[in-house]
């Protein structure tokens, strides 16, 4: 089984406060970020970590990242066009799942240096 990049998991450290579901949600980045895919494993972690996609797709992983209540059926319908609609599907959940890591590992930062 692949493992997670460092970025995608908490630093043991910074963890002061308990997370009963750290497991689970590594298990999860784990899965769709290192696992079978029709998108490559690289393309996924790029989304993930709102970096590194292909100028084209960056605009749709910026907005996924910062302001995801934007993002309108025709941002995917056109990004679908090129890349396919299970590579988009798979290219979206890695970049929501990213974000929503960044804005945890954030939380617990915060929380850890209060």
């Known amino acids: ?19 009963p579901h ?11 970020l ?23 797709l960056q605009p749709l992983i910026d907005k996924i990242h910062r302001h995801a209540y934007k993002v309108t059926d025709e941002d995917i319908a056109n990004a679908q066009q090129k890349y396919g609609e299970d590579k988009m599907f798979e290219i979206v ?12 590992q954030a939380g617990l930062r915060a929380l850890n240096e209060a």
């Open 22 to 32: 750290a497991n689970l949600r590594d298990r999860v980045l784990n899965r769709v």
């Open 34 to 56: 290192c696992g079978d895919g029709d998108a490559e494993t690289s393309f996924r972690q790029a989304a993930a970590s709102g970096e590194g996609v292909p100028a084209d």
């Open 93 to 104: 959940v890695s970049a929501a799942l990213g974000a929503a890591n960044q804005r945890l």
């Open 1 to 19: 089984m692949h493992t997670i990049a460092p970025r995608f998991r908490p630093q043991p450290e910074l963890v002061a406060v308990s997370d």
